[in-house]
Nanobody, 130 residues
Framework: QVQLVESGGGLVQAGGSLRLSCAAS????????MAWFRQVLGKEREFVAA????????SAADSVLGRFTISRDNAKSTVSLQMDSLKPEDTAVYYC???????????????????????WGQGTQVTVSS
């Protein structure tokens, strides 16, 4: 069982930056691959960025590539999303997610599909004004 708590959301002007953090409970954080998703009311949840269990591999959606960076600190059981050059279309509720897969023997798995994630945080609102 993993509990996830996001923080760091808020209101920012276009072109600005925010850093989201997700704190995980439990002692097996380094066994989980992690990701950030976002959702706008009335739309499907959208993949933003993902990272494997040891932090050596990452993936990001084309819409945020070069602007957002995902990272993790297994010693502190946290995953972060650094968001730079924010645009109004980045406005959404951002969710942290954790997943595991018994086939992920080397810990290299990076999952971009929400169905691969079992645990979710409550979300944090990010609003980018134009």
């Amino acid at each position: 069982q993993v509990q996830l708590v996001e923080s760091g959301g808020g209101l920012v002007q276009a072109g600005g930056s925010l850093r989201l953090s997700c704190a995980a409970s439990g002692r097996t954080f380094n066994r989980y691959y992690m990701a950030w998703f976002r959702q706008v009311l009335g739309k499907e949840r959208e993949f933003v960025a993902a990272i494997n269990s040891n932090g050596g591999r990452a993936s990001a959606a084309d819409s945020v590539l070069g602007r957002f960076t995902i990272s993790r600190d297994n010693a502190k059981s946290t995953v972060s999303l650094q968001m730079d050059s924010l645009k109004p279309e980045d406005t959404a509720v951002y969710y942290c997610a954790a997943g595991s897969n018994i086939a992920d023997l080397t810990g290299s798995f990076v999952a971009t599909d929400a169905r691969d994630y079992r645990y979710w945080g409550q979300g944090t609102q990010v609003t980018v004004s134009s």
